[in-house]
């Protein structure tokens, strides 16, 4: 790998001196780097051309961001956790110049995540997402309704604070907040969960890969879609929004093995009731 990204969260100083740390040992070794905050998305987008490879130092949310900047190129992704949990992670700052090397030089393998499409029947925008897909209610302390057609069907209508779809990927988080499953992130099922239902299921759904989900708006206050926690746009009654799987993949590369997706999610969640 010749050229490299390095995003880090702006927020934490720690995450932006370790950024320059790996800047300053790969130029000496003679790699191309760039290095930009992870928060300026539109700037980051302007270097990604001949990048081989992007490093992400931060948190998961910092990763997410990463993934979306990249999309739909699907360049290679390496996490170096300075978040609490670190899901999506491959390294921790005490050994990652070291690995950083093994990974630049060829090593490791790459991890391939679906992701969700969502577009919007009213804007027509077309929005991804790594983790999830969210449709809920605004700032007001109101349930609203979300009618759930799945395939073409009528399922049934939420009166909820909201419905997640999520990923494997985003079944470590909001969905696995609202008592979702957790799926293995190589699977590529997908979960529906409401949240906080009112006299209605509270069980979450797990959706063949190919499901077709469409989610429609009735409330008589604001409501929001929100991709990944990060990307939000206002919904009125009568909008509905269309998910399926995305075209696109965010790949990982991984120098621990297959197997350490449950060994992870076993010491990340050590102590927490599930």
Not at 17 to 36: R, T
Not at 142 to 151: A, K, M, P, Y
Not at 206 to 229: T, Y
């Amino acid at each position: 790998m010749k050229r490299i990204g390095i995003l880090f969260h702006p927020k934490v100083q720690t995450s932006e001196n370790f950024a320059c740390q790996i800047e300053d040992y790969f130029k000496k070794k003679g790699v191309q780097c760039w290095l930009h905050s992870s928060w300026d998305e539109s700037g980051a987008q302007k270097q990604l051309d001949k990048t081989d490879l992007m490093i992400s130092v931060g948190g998961d949310g910092t990763i997410l961001r990463v993934a979306r900047i990249v999309y739909p190129r699907e360049l290679p992704i390496v996490g170096v956790n300075f978040g609490k949990l670190g899901f999506m992670a491959e390294l921790e700052a005490g050994d990652a110049l070291e690995k950083l090397s093994v990974i630049i030089d060829g090593g490791g393998w790459m991890d391939e995540r679906s992701m969700l499409q969502a577009q919007l029947d009213s804007s027509k925008r077309i929005y991804h997402a790594l983790n999830d897909v969210v449709v809920g209610r605004g700032q007001r302390m109101r349930l609203i309704n979300v009618d759930v057609s799945i395939d073409g069907e009528m399922f049934t209508t939420y009166r909820a604070d909201a419905v997640i779809v999520a990923t494997p990927t985003g079944s470590t988080g909001y969905s696995l907040a609202a008592n979702g499953p957790i799926i293995h992130p190589e699977s590529k099922d997908i979960i529906l969960k409401a949240v906080c239902p009112h006299l209605n299921m509270d069980k979450a759904l797990v959706l063949a890969a190919g499901a077709k989900i469409k989610l429609k708006v009735r409330a008589i206050h604001d409501a929001i879609i929100s991709m990944d926690g990060q990307v939000e746009e206002e919904l009125k009654s009568g909008d509905e929004v269309n998910v399926s799987i995305s075209p696109h993949v965010t790949r990982f590369v991984r120098l621990r093995p297959r197997s350490m997706f449950y060994t992870t999610l076993v010491e990340k969640l050590k102590g927490k009731s599930l």
